[in-house]
């Protein structure tokens, strides 16, 4: 698809997009004048969808004229490296968030990295372990401990009680922070240590 | 004067508390990196920061804020130099002449010049702030709805006159910012709006977050990693003591273009669609038009990096002026830091210096302290920094992506806006493609119910009389100056169509 047919496309889908705006925004409220409450709570969303409508319908004259440069390139508009990238992160992206609802954020996490880290960037076995594994702990300090925002856990929820009755009874959570590093890198370490022998 | 002085003195007291102490070392320390990683500037890493500062009081999170900003516009240039990709828009310029000293074994030379002209560009900057900004407080006090709703226009007219991106499409992206900001409850009559599919979701909004992480989080992601396909080549750095007192010693030969570049920075950041990045180009300009040798910039000029770097950390500061002032974001990253400001339960505006003065003036004391700070933690750590530039970016690219759903996840605690976020993301990212600007969308979701709220009060003041908007003076002077900047592009098409025909006929020759 050259960069010039991308162009119409995506005026194409505006033009939508302004079209269903202005029809949900008359759906039930005044566009117009309410006598004695000034202007109805429709107005404000529907005269500036009436304006991408124009701006949309502006660009397709613009795009049929050729007057801008994106109607005139016969570039490619996602080559065919870009899209295997770009296409393989946004599929990750679906599965995590997909996952978070499913298995909870602590599973979907550490798998979402190890396949970025493995897959996507072919990093080596302990680099992979050490932050697919330490970032999911960093979150989880961040967010439950210091934040006490409580991230989605799905069929997870039951694993975190020991972990919750550590962090709400005693003043000491940061060393099972810690240790879990700790361990992390123990263990990675212990694989490097594995591999190169096999190596060897 | 004597009060702003007072104040100021108070305003510095509370930056050197511990806590704020700390936001700032560490908010510069994140700022230098994620302004020296490609594709990572000031407006991404606010975003994707933001959800993470509601663990500390409003006054320590914007400190911390303001560093990050401050710290990616000192950082940007070390990418231009050692790399010779700039590592944010803003730092653009500072590869024409970074890039060639580099090569010729100068980077040390062009590193410290960066780190200086920026200290120097901050300084200055933040100097005029505090002059200017009480002043103009106190001045907006006197605005009414129509006035506020003019001067909303006016900063989108920005957009249009001198955003220098296609027009049509500017426009829309302002609409459709405007738009996404009304979905939920209407703030005037309680009825829900526009909730797509009648999903429950929608009922509380679209959180400007989820706009700004998508767009600048997943979507600058995306973007990176499509144009991230070859390899760098870092450039070796050597600093010595020797050798930074004699880069130390040469501050005097750009020092002049340096200031001048620093106020021009300082006024064309405070516009909301020109910022750090024309600020910078345009300070290059000025450099080289005044210096004695013009024709070795772009060789290798010393004042051909101080120049734009200076710019760059003025205009950052630059842009906070209307947004401390007036409510109105002088940038996309002062615009995540407004909407910041609005989930704090603070609100923007004139009022914000007699309502919350200490929320103020410790913003302004730590841009002092801030400033100082990152060219220590910059000069001292330039060898750490570089190193970090060889990180892969398939390491970097999930981490931003997982902070990315967490921090969008944050503010709301709902699956559906994260979702959401990766729909705006994707959307962002193949709109970008097409030249769809994506700022002026984020600085519309953000005040998009402001806007609404002064347009509905004026016309319900002045029962439906849009003439309301003309009778008043000052929102009278600011609709013409809106209308002035909409009309420009028309004509520079028209004259540059009349050079043209004036050329074919061969009556003239053509400029340029």
């Known amino acids: 698809m050259s960069v010039r047919h991308a162009d119409l496309l995506m005026a194409i889908a505006t033009i939508l997009m302004s079209l269903g705006l202005m029809w949900s925004s008359t759906d039930g409220l005044a566009i117009g004048w309410v006598a004695n409450k000034g202007p109805g709570s429709g107005f404000w969303p529907f005269w500036l969808a009436v304006g991408m409508l124009l701006c949309s319908i502006t660009t397709i004259v613009r795009w049929y004229l050729r007057m801008t440069p994106e109607s005139r390139s016969d570039e490619t508009y996602i080559s065919r490296d870009a899209a295997v990238v770009v296409g393989t992160s946004v599929a990750a992206l679906f599965a995590l968030l997909a996952g978070i609802h499913f298995i909870g954020t602590y599973l979907a996490l550490p798998l979402f990295l190890l396949f970025y880290f493995r897959v996507v960037g072919r990093h080596d076995w302990p680099a992979t372990i050490m932050l697919a594994g330490g970032i999911p702990v960093f979150i989880f300090a961040l967010f439950e401990w210091a934040l006490q925002i409580p991230l989605p856990k799905a069929l997870t929820e039951e694993w975190f009680y020991p972990v919750f009755d550590i962090m709400y009874e005693t003043d000491y959570f940061w060393i099972f922070v810690l240790g879990a590093f700790a361990l992390l890198a123990a263990i990675s370490f212990a694989v490097r240590v594995l591999t190169q022998r096999r190596e060897g | ?512």
Request: proline share 7%; with cysteine.
């Open chain 2, 1 to 512: 004067m004597e009060t702003i002085l007072t104040s100021l003195a108070g305003g510095l007291l509370q930056a050197f508390e511990p806590l704020n102490l700390l936001m700032i070392i560490f908010g510069c320390t994140v700022g230098l990196f994620v302004g020296a990683m490609p594709g990572l500037g000031s407006v991404n890493g606010v975003a994707i920061l933001l959800p993470i500062t509601f663990l500390v009081p409003p006054t320590a999170a914007i400190i911390f804020l303001a560093a990050v900003y401050y710290g990616a516009m000192y950082g940007g240039a070390i990418s231009s130099i050692t790399l010779g990709i700039p590592g944010a828009s803003t730092a653009v310029a500072t590869v024409f002449d970074g890039r060639p000293l580099a090569m010729s074994g100068k980077a040390d030379q062009a590193l410290t010049a960066a780190a200086i002209a920026s200290f120097i560009g901050g300084t200055i900057s933040v100097v005029l702030f505090t002059l200017f900004a009480p002043p103009l407080a106190e001045f907006a006090l006197k605005f009414g709805p129509p006035e506020e709703f003019a001067l909303m226009v006016l900063a989108f007219a920005t957009f249009i006159g001198l955003g220098g991106d296609d027009i049509p499409k500017t426009i829309f992206s302002i609409l459709i910012g405007l738009v996404l900001a009304t979905v939920g409850l209407d703030i005037i009559s309680g009825k829900p709006r526009l909730i797509f599919f009648d999903m429950s979701g929608f009922l509380h909004g679209i959180n400007f977050l989820v706009l700004a992480i998508g767009i600048y989080g997943i979507g600058e992601m995306l973007w990176t990693l499509e144009t991230t396909g070859g390899k760098v080549i870092v450039h070796k750095v050597r600093m010595t003591w020797r050798g930074f007192l004699a880069n130390v010693g040469s501050i005097k030969g750009y020092i002049r273009s340096t200031s001048l570049g620093s106020v021009l920075g300082y006024f064309v950041g405070t516009l909301p669609a020109a910022g750090a990045t024309p600020a910078s180009l345009m300070s290059y300009g000025l450099a080289k038009t005044f210096s004695k040798d013009p024709d070795s910039f772009g060789k290798g000029n010393v004042a051909g990096v101080a120049a734009p770097e200076a710019a760059n950390n003025a205009a950052s500061t630059g842009s906070m002026l209307p947004m401390i002032t007036l409510g109105i974001p002088g940038s996309p990253t002062t615009a995540i830091l407004l909407g910041g400001m609005i989930i704090w339960g603070l609100r923007p505006g004139p009022l914000l210096f007699t309502e919350n003065p200490d929320f103020v003036w410790g913003l302004i004391g730590s841009l002092y302290v801030a400033n100082l700070f990152t060219v220590l933690i910059n000069l001292a750590f330039i060898p750490v920094f570089v190193r970090v530039l060889t990180l892969p970016f398939t390491i970097l690219a999930p981490v931003i992506f997982v902070l990315c759903i967490v921090g969008g996840y944050a503010p709301t605690q709902t699956m559906h806006d994260v979702w959401l976020m990766l729909l705006f993301g994707i959307m962002g990212y193949l709109m970008r493609k097409l030249n769809y600007p994506v700022a002026p969308a984020v600085l519309a979701i953000v005040l998009g119910p402001l806007a609404e709220r002064s347009l509905r009060q004026s016309l319900l003041s002045s029962q439906g009389d849009v003439l309301v908007f003309f009778e008043r003076p000052i929102s009278a002077v600011c609709i013409a100056l809106a209308v002035a900047l909409m009309l420009y592009p028309l004509f520079l098409a028209w004259r540059r169509r009349k050079e043209r025909e004036a050329a074919v006929s061969g009556k003239e020759p053509p400029r340029e």
